[in-house]
């Protein structure tokens, strides 16, 4: 059984920052591809941000050169720091792993969710 469990929500103010943490545990074996992603209400939840074990990340349009994402290989851990956050950034953000937790197995794991909340 593997869990993600994420922390550092909250609410800010617009051009605040915050700091995102989640941390897998369980029968981990290794874990590839680390993300990010969010949901606003009413909308579909979209990626914000993907690293690979050996580093490469990607971001989404709207959070480039505002959202770093990082992870930590030795702790199953991944973070997300956001700076300069907008009104649009509001949603639940959700962490998200491609874990190996098996011979020959491989599954996507989810958090929970965690709410930022930006104020204009």
């Known amino acids: 059984q593997v869990q993600l469990v994420e922390s550092g929500g909250g609410l800010v103010q617009a051009g605040g920052s915050l700091r995102l943490s989640c941390a897998a545990s369980?029968?981990?074996?290794?874990?590839?591809?680390m993300g990010w992603y969010r949901q606003a209400p009413g909308k579909q939840r979209e990626l914000v941000a993907v690293i690979s074990r050996g580093g490469t990340t990607n971001y989404s349009d709207s959070v480039k050169g505002r959202f770093t994402i990082s992870r930590d290989n030795a702790k199953n851990a991944v973070y997300l720091q956001m700076n300069s956050l907008k009104p649009e950034d509001t949603a639940v953000y959700y962490c998200?792993?491609?874990?190996?937790?098996?011979?020959?197995?491989?599954?996507?794991?989810w958090g929970q969710g965690t709410q930022v909340t930006v104020s204009s």
């Open positions: 998200n792993a491609r874990i190996v937790d098996g011979v020959f197995s491989v599954n996507d794991y």
């Open positions: 369980g029968i981990i074996f290794s874990i590839n591809d």
